[in-house]
């Protein structure tokens, strides 16, 4: 069962600005510190929010100043996506450790989950939610908070995806699709594959980025995996290279100092963004393509024709 409580924020109202802006590459508007290898960004409530791999912190942004407006300890070090809903914010702990929700009106932890449990998803009228420490996808009635189904998935399942009226969850057998009318799945085989495995939406399709060997895939929203032409090179300090969508496009890490960004429907890569930093998530949001620098300790906003 969840477990309620508080955690500490420390305000920043007045940080220290990131770096001089002639100091950035060309197409970099600014650079935000984030000590504690910057992993996962996500946005909602107004602000930018970043997770920390070597750290318990999660840092909220204000975009509009490109500030850190607060530091939240989470209390356990982040491996996964950050979830954010209307009223909350979920930090996905590394192995078995809780998850953390966080109340963005107060910048407080005020829930965390089970060991090992992920942040609930809501589909198909009810809500989902993966039991990592036990493999397990548990489908809940949300009226009564009971479990009415427990789904095996393969090893180290990752945070879903919820899109094309299923349930998409990375493994390192392949990804599962769980539909969510009749509760049917199947895997989706990739090859080889690690824990690092990213998913985004595109295009009428999902696409995949495999952290062991950088390929690119494309899967049809009923599960059919085509390997794309496109391979990154995984960072030198992450295996996770980082996908995202937006504007249209999908934008992948390709290397330690570039993001691709590719247009889906004709898988060719439209344009190279700058990035530094060994590794870590990118995600597009206020109308700029972030990207966590993990072995810079810093998150570059990065301008968009």
Excluded at 168 to 190: C, E, N
Excluded at 213 to 240: C, E, K, M, N
Aim: hydrophobic residues 40%; aromatic residues 6%; glycine residues 10%.
């Amino acid at each position: 069962m969840p477990e309620t409580g508080t955690a500490q924020a420390r305000s920043t109202a007045t940080p220290p600005p990131g770096r001089a802006p002639e100091r950035l590459p060309t197409g970099v508007a600014a650079a935000i510190r984030t000590p504690g290898f910057p992993l996962a960004i996500a946005f909602g409530h107004g602000s930018a929010w970043v997770s920390t791999h070597r750290a318990t912190t999660l840092y909220r942004i204000d975009p509009r100043s490109n500030r850190v407006e607060a530091e939240i300890d989470v209390g356990r070090e982040s491996c996964g996506r950050i979830e954010v809903t209307a009223d909350a914010v979920w930090v996905v702990a590394c192995e078995d450790g809780p998850s953390a929700r966080v109340d963005p009106s107060s910048n407080q932890v005020v829930e965390t989950t089970e060991s090992g449990a992920l942040p609930p998803v809501k589909a198909g009228g009810d809500l989902w939610q993966v039991l990592a420490g036990h493999n397990i996808l548990a489908r809940i009635d949300p009226a009564t908070m009971a479990t009415t189904a427990r789904i095996p998935l393969g090893p180290l399942p990752g945070m879903p995806l919820v899109a094309f009226g299923a349930i998409w969850i990375p493994t390192t057998d392949g990804i599962h699709r769980i539909d969510v009318h009749t509760g049917k799945a199947r895997t989706v085989r990739l090859g080889e594959t690690d824990t690092d495995i990213l998913l985004a939406r595109a295009a009428g399709a999902i696409w995949v980025a495999n952290g062991l060997d950088g390929v690119l895939w494309r899967v049809s929203p009923q599960g059919r995996a085509i390997r794309t032409s496109l391979q990154a090179r995984p960072p030198s300090l992450f295996y996770d290279i980082g996908l995202a969508a937006g504007r249209g496009h999908l934008f992948l890490r390709s290397g330690d100092t570039r993001v691709w960004e590719v247009d889906p429907r004709t898988e060719t890569i439209v344009a190279r963004h700058h990035a530094t930093g060994a590794g870590g998530h990118v995600a597009i949001g206020f109308g700029s393509l972030w990207a966590a620098n993990a072995g810079d300790d810093s998150v570059w906003r990065i301008r968009l024709r």
